[in-house]
């Protein structure tokens, strides 16, 4: 595929994940960092964003756990607005986060739960 239409591509598919706040996101990095930018926007929305293998849902919580397993709480604020968007259910984001407590220890699981306290925060759900 042409990097023109990766980068459409994945423009497309950020705004459909992330909303308004991600196209805020992509241009403050575009500032910082235009290649970085353009790297991301380009082959994880525009490629990985694009497999079929499983459903967004699907990709968001993998993304999740990952996020949450290695004490990512930054990133795991901004996935779990995505995981909201796409669906997901707060109970599904609590299990995730459950999960990563066995597995990934608690700690990590402390971190996950104060970003998603600040997402319940901001969307006025908590």
Known sequence: MPEKDRYQIGLANRAKVFGEEGEERR?????????FARFVTESVYGELYE???IDPKTRETVILAILCTLGRDNEFEHHAHAA???GMSR???DEI???CAYYAGGPNAVGATKAMLNVLKERGMG
Not at 27 to 35: G, I, L, W
């Open 27 to 35: 241009q403050a990095f575009e500032k910082a960092c235009p290649d």
């Open 51 to 53: 497999r079929k293998g």
């Open 91 to 93: 109970g599904d984001i």
């Open 84 to 86: 909201l968007n796409l």
């Open 97 to 99: 986060i459950m999960v």
